[in-house]
């Protein structure tokens, strides 16, 4: 006679997996050492960034070298989290992988509409002739780096539906 434990997840009881870590780091919150590390390594590799633009905010963004290496520093930034990010789903079952990365499929497709709308938007402003001075769009393409970062919560917000899913 062989007894197996069933585990039968019922929706309302919510996820087995933390919220907050969820919602807050885009992680699992199964506080395994490669999740603790992609935490701590992205959080210093964020606060880095963060000192170096209130430095740079701070002297006005001039001369021309403190710009250029902002945006470095920005795409540095963005690199170091997108390749810890990578080693965190190395070390991930197949479940959790899996939800990682349909949260990241649908991220992409939410950003690519979000960026289309915009294009929308821009192309009715130049149409009626409500267009910005050209100031705006310099100023745009300086924080367009930045956006990945308004991407983020979406991710989350997705790895949260998809963990209620599973």
């Known amino acids: 006679m062989t007894t197996q434990r069933q585990e ?5 009881e ?3 997996w933390s919220t907050h ?5 885009g992680a699992l919150g199964t506080k ?13 590799a964020g606060a880095a960034g963060l000192c170096w633009f209130g430095v740079a905010f701070a002297m006005h963004l001039r001369p021309k070298i403190i710009s250029a290496t902002t945006v470095l520093v920005a795409g540095c930034v963005i690199s170091y989290i997108a390749w810890e990010s990578r080693r965190y789903l190395a070390h991930l079952d197949e479940l959790g992988r899996r939800m990682q990365l349909e ?18 938007l821009v192309v009715f402003l130049a149409l ?7 100031g705006f769009f ?5 924080v367009s780096p930045f956006f990945y ?3 983020e919560p979406i991710r989350a917000g997705w790895l949260y539906y998809l963990s209620r899913r599973y």
């Open 8 to 12: 039968h997840l019922d929706p309302s």
């Open 14 to 16: 919510g996820s087995r």
């Open 21 to 25: 870590a969820m919602l807050f780091w």
């Open 32 to 44: 395994t050492p490669a999740e603790r590390r992609y935490k701590t390594r992205s959080f210093v």
């Open 103 to 120: 949260a990241m499929a649908w991220t992409y497709i939410t950003g690519f509409v979000l960026a289309a709308w915009f294009g929308v």
């Open 128 to 134: 009626f002739g409500h267009l910005p001075t050209h």
């Open 138 to 142: 310099k100023g745009l393409l300086l």
């Open 149 to 151: 970062f308004l991407l």
